[in-house]
């Protein structure tokens, strides 16, 4: 935790003046420290602004001005972990402190509260923390975003939620987004449920306690806490019912167990990161724990361990090779996550077959285009089901303030980067003999055929040699002349510019690659700086047009697409079947088909000259893409998916 800001919640949920008490111990610590914010939450009957005028009219020490006043005695709950759940909304700083009736603030908590250190928890220090149970520690800080990753409270607990969550966060390896604070002077209190939520604790992290060596030691010195206490007969029924996880299990552990999103790949100018957060956020606002782990940090891989032997929902990777890593005693990696688990592919499956191919467990594929899920289920065996999931597109902040009305500065603006196809043809001269005198055939069909699936031109290309193959090599052989697909997907995008700016069309590109194009010094291919995938919405809302080139899907749809018509821009594309039924052109999208490209530009030229028309898709599209094409409509869509696969 990172941030110096802190708002101290005083949650006041009994009728009793107790809460008054919690709020002066916070007051006298203030100094006017601006970097501290103070709320007072009233879940019990509305009274609390009042009560407090009147209990400090002779206490100057109570700073009314510094307390924001918050009423939710409107709802009702049943525990302090949904109290608290609500509470955190309020919060303005992502650094929290709740704190309940009588809870009082000792001298120099605040400023323990606003350290910044990272907390490392070592297996000593966690196994201290079962130990010691609620003894741990006095006070807890949270990190108010980390709370919707991990469940925040949790609401089947009837006391020690902030116990509970600790002990949480630091198996999910949050463990530096949660400060605990010891005091002499307060300790939690103990109650007879308190050790249902050890026996609990000990359910829900028995893999990893027993791996580690602790589970026998946390087991018996909780039972002798139990029986100092009288009760250990209740906590053996409840360590039996969790550790053999009955429904009494289920029951408090239901929802708790998050989505666990890897992100990480720095490939298309971030746009991967882009789509794992924003859909992240998607989920979350629906109330859908999600853990976000970058697979690119440090902490990340060496407690990769650790991350596997938690519970999950289920795990998604960003086109990701993850699940198919060997492990030193030759296990696949995903195998070690007993959930199902997405492999989010953007590209067609040809070029991650490698990834798809292995006997890794409930294995899902969520793919941009429909013609996709046919193959996958024809060649990836190992694949349980694939459905087709185009990414979703975003609104750019000069959209958002200027609300659709951004000035024009760009007739036709292309967001993609310039790959020479002439490379790729040095590359297939390099293949083995079969595999390059295939490459060559597939390249010649493509540029013939440009309609053509990839597994359609590779069929094709068989049948004329006479050459069988089984379906294993044939998804091999796909896979080893994917330079063919890439070759031929440069050629007709380098085709497209051409024309459009041999035409007399300016078109402006971003980013030093179009410098090494041989159109490069033509007057109307505009050549900017390098952006990034924010900007480039920006750039999108300041065009006329927004051109989007297939990489070789025609099922799918980009996120290109939805991005232009979110940013109120003309979206030209070429033709494919998703588009063509779900869209219709001179409506909301303009296409064109890539058998006859030398049309293209005449239908550029109407578009361009007529402001009406311009305006007329525009606004269309962004109807279009803002009901159907958003990551709220993309998360709605994965929670039926979750919900039929764990029917």
């Known amino acids: 935790m990172d941030e110096k800001n ?3 919640i005083v949650i006041k949920s009994e009728m009793s003046s107790s809460f008054y008490e919690t709020l002066m111990s916070v007051c006298r610590q203030l100094n006017y420290n601006d970097n501290i914010e103070v709320i007072l939450v009233d879940a019990v009957d509305g009274t609390a602004y009042e009560l407090c005028r009147k209990y400090g009219e002779d206490d100057n020490t109570l700073l009314l001005d510094k307390v924001r006043f918050v009423d939710i005695s409107s709802q009702i709950f049943e525990n302090m972990a949904q109290i608290k759940n609500e509470s955190v909304k309020y919060a303005a700083n992502r650094r929290v402190l709740i704190l309940t009736d009588s809870q009082i603030l000792q001298e120099g908590i605040i400023e323990k509260c606003l350290l910044t250190d990272r907390i490392e928890v070592s297996d000593d220090e966690l196994k201290s923390y079962y130990n010691a149970g609620t003894d741990a520690f006095s006070y807890l800080v949270a990190d108010r975003d980390m709370l919707s990753s991990i469940g925040g409270w949790n609401s089947s607990l009837a006391c020690n939620e902030d116990y509970e969550l600790f002990i949480r966060a630091c198996n999910y390896n949050c463990h530096d987004k949660f400060y605990p604070i010891y ?3 307060y300790k939690y209190p103990v109650f007879k449920e308190t050790f249902l939520v050890y026996a609990y604790i000990l359910g829900k992290y028995a893999s990893k306690l ?11 010195n909780w039972f002798i806490q139990a029986k100092n206490y009288g009760i250990e007969t209740y906590f053996e029924d409840c360590a039996k019912n969790m550790i053999g996880r009955t429904e009494c299990f289920n029951a408090i552990d239901k929802n708790m167990n998050p989505v666990l999103m890897f992100y990480g790949l720095k490939t298309c100018n971030g746009t991967l990161n882009s789509f794992a957060l924003e859909f992240a956020q998607a989920l979350r606002n629906k109330r859908i724990n999600v853990l976000l782990l970058n697979i690119d940090d440090d902490n990340t891989t060496e407690n990769i361990g650790k991350i596997i032997l938690n519970d999950y929902r289920c795990v998604i990777g960003m086109q990701t090779g993850l699940y ?7 296990q696949l990696l995903g195998n070690l996550f007993k959930c199902p688990k997405f492999n989010y592919v953007f590209d067609h499956p040809l070029y991650v077959s490698w990834s798809l191919m292995l006997p890794v467990n409930d294995l899902y594929v969520l793919q941009q285009d429909e013609t996709y899920s046919e193959y996958i289920t024809k060649y990836y065996p190992y694949v349980k089901k694939s459905w087709h999931f185009p990414p979703a597109g975003l609104i750019g902040n000069l959209t958002k303030t200027e609300n659709g009305k951004t000035e024009k500065i760009y007739d036709i603006s292309f967001i993609a980067t310039y790959n020479d196809y002439r ?19 597939m390249v010649n069909q493509l540029k013939n055929h440009p309609n053509q699936r990839a597994e359609e031109a590779l069929e094709a ?25 890439r070759t031929v997907t440069f050629y007709i995008r380098e085709k497209i510019i051409k024309t459009l700016i041999e035409s007399g069309i300016n078109v402006d590109v971003f980013g030093d690659s179009w410098k090494k194009s041989p159109y490069a010094d033509n007057k109307n291919l505009i050549i900017h700086d390098d952006i990034d995938f924010e900007k480039g919405l920006d750039i999108m809302a300041q065009s006329r047009i927004s051109l989007n080139v297939m990489s070789w899907h025609k099922g799918g749809m980009t996120e290109r697409i939805a991005n232009a018509m979110l940013n109120y821009s003309v979206c030209v594309t070429d033709e494919t079947s998703y588009i063509n039924r779900h869209f219709v052109a001179g409506e909301n999208i303009v296409t064109f088909n890539l058998d006859n490209i030398d049309k293209l530009p005449d239908k550029i030229r109407t578009v361009l000259q007529d402001e009406n028309l311009q305006k007329y898709i525009e606004k269309n599209a962004y109807k279009k893409a803002l009901s159907e094409h958003t990551w709220d409509n993309r998360s709605d869509y994965f929670m039926n998916i979750l919900g039929e696969i764990e029917k």
């Open 210 to 220: 027993r791996n580690s060596g602790m589970f026998n030691d946390v087991l018996s």
């Open 461 to 485: 290309v068989l049948e004329k040699k006479k050459i069988t193959l089984t379906e294993h090599e044939f998804v091999v052989t796909l896979h080893k002349s994917l330079e063919a697909v």
């Open 324 to 330: 198919t890593e060997r492990l030193e005693n030759g």
């Open 183 to 185: 005091s002499d002077e």
């Open 423 to 441: 490379e790729r043809l040095d590359v297939i001269k390099n293949l083995p003999d079969n595999i390059r005198k295939i490459s060559w055939h």
């Open 6 to 8: 802190l708002s101290i």
